[in-house]
């Protein structure tokens, strides 16, 4: 390459970014943060329906507490009648304006009213929990349209590469240097590459589809870089600190636990009580009735004395719920033990991923440079290999980044925490300092057989 070709390159490198600067200028910046702003914003049927039950959980508190306050009835009675006595009026009336107040002494309404708060909150919970897998898959696909994007790049390079190849096998064969076979299999090269290379076009369309979908925004133009993981995060913790917290904090335990408190608050309210209802009322009758009231004032006792066997069914059917709840929350909190130790074995893994990324990406670069020197050298013919394993090294970057994020994100929905929080650069390290647990892993110690972690210490950040 002369020094005027290089001069060309330069500024053609320069113009494309100066343009490119001013083309993002006028358009959102659709980094994952305000993506995921955008796509709480947007909203998603899972979550919509989840909140709608939590509605129905509020209308039925709200019913179930206005049970305990006064009611004002109104009755109007009219008619026209023919009676047998003969001079009797033949038509009729009778007004009565009445207010009862139930008077709830013995528990009955307080039970039903907690439960129906606890039921509530347990939906509450179920809409905290969904919007975090909400957000946990919008950061999901975001990382993999990013690695969707590069696959395709690579596909391309290689494609091209292919092709060129293919047609340099032809100008060989015309020239007697070749034979047949050879074409033909630089030939097959090439459909193949363009294969793959429409199935991942397709796949990367359908993956624009589904991060506009999550999030409400049109991503016809390139995203922003995603963010990069860490250079250093520690994934050894004491699981039982993690998991009494999880325990606590996770809204599906929370569901689980108020859903328990709801069942046996109803069995409190399930019991023989006696009914009191204090009442008043003003009337008025055109009939002349011995003993009638202008207004009155009074107390009502309903005692039930027997019910047939249904308080007795609705006993056994409470109880049931409670023992069935029971069960279920000694499942969930099975389900979060396994959730725990998966995503911490899942995080361990993102860490031996990211080192592994970081050293092909290394290689590759030093590889492309050096086919760059031997090309500017005219010792090879082309940069097409290198170049195209510097865009797949770019990708699978992607892809541990992505990894570490999600893991991180699920960890960080389990432990209670909005999924956000795990952009954070620290949020391991406040893990550990919140459960009391040291933030850095301990030097020296065991030595797992799987691996020694050389590369950890050795890979250049």
């Known amino acids: ?178 034979d047949d076979l050879s074409v033909a299999q630089w030939l097959a090269r090439v459909e193949r590459t363009r294969h793959k290379l429409y199935q991942a076009r397709s796949e990367n369309r359908m993956a624009r589809v589904q991060l506009s979908l999550l999030t409400g925004q049109s991503l016809s133009d390139t995203l922003i870089r995603p963010p990069a993981a860490p250079k250093g995060f520690t994934t050894e913790y004491d699981v039982e600190p993690l998991l009494q917290r999880v325990l606590s904090h996770n809204p599906q335990a929370k569901q689980v636990q108020r859903a328990l408190e709801a069942a046996r608050a109803e069995q409190e309210a399930t ?42 069914a609705k006993k056994q059917k409470q109880a049931a719920t409670t023992t069935e709840v029971l069960a279920k929350q000694d499942a969930t909190r099975r389900t979060l033990t396994i959730a725990l130790k998966q995503l911490l074995s899942d995080l361990s893994n993102a860490k031996q991923g990211l080192i592994a990324a970081k050293a092909t990406m290394q290689w590759a670069e030093a590889n492309l440079m050096k086919r760059q020197s031997l090309y500017q050298m005219e010792r090879v013919s082309t940069l097409g290999d290198a170049m195209v394993e510097l865009t797949q090294a770019e990708a699978d970057q992607v892809r541990a980044d992505g990894a570490y994020y999600v893991a991180v994100a699920k960890l960080a929905s389990l432990l209670g925490d909005n999924p956000e929080q795990a952009l954070q650069a620290d949020y391991l390290q406040q893990i550990g300092q919140r459960d009391g647990q040291n933030s850095e892993p301990q030097e020296g110690g065991f030595t797992p057989p799987v691996g020694s972690g050389y590369g950890e210490h050795h890979v250049k950040e």
């Open 1 to 178: 390459m002369t020094l005027m070709m290089f001069k060309k390159f330069i500024f053609g490198v320069v113009f494309s970014v100066t343009l490119l600067s001013h083309a993002m200028a006028d358009t959102i910046k659709l980094d994952l943060p305000t993506l995921i702003k955008q796509a709480r914003q947007h909203g998603n049927p899972q979550v919509a329906m989840v909140q709608a039950r939590a509605q129905q959980a509020a209308a039925e508190k709200a019913a179930v507490e206005a049970e305990d306050r006064a009611r004002l009835d109104l009755q109007a009675h009219t008619k026209r009648y023919k009676s047998h006595a003969e001079g009797a009026r033949q038509h009729d009336y009778q007004t009565i304006l009445e207010v009862n107040q139930p008077l709830h002494l013995f528990g009955h309404q307080q039970a039903r009213e907690r439960a129906a708060d606890l039921r509530y909150q347990a939906k509450r919970a179920q809409v905290e929990q969904a919007q975090s897998h909400f957000v946990v898959d919008v950061i999901e696909r975001f990382y993999q349209l990013h690695a969707s994007e590069l696959a395709v790049q690579s596909l391309e390079e290689a494609h091209a590469l292919a092709y060129v190849r293919w047609d340099r096998a032809k100008e060989h064969l015309a020239l007697g240097k070749t």
């Open 271 to 312: 019991v023989w009580t006696p009914e009191l209802n204090l009442f008043s009322h003003v009337g008025q009758s055109a009939r002349e009735l011995s003993g009638r009231n202008r207004w009155a004032i009074g107390l009502e006792l309903d005692l039930p004395l027997w019910s047939g066997g249904a308080l007795d």
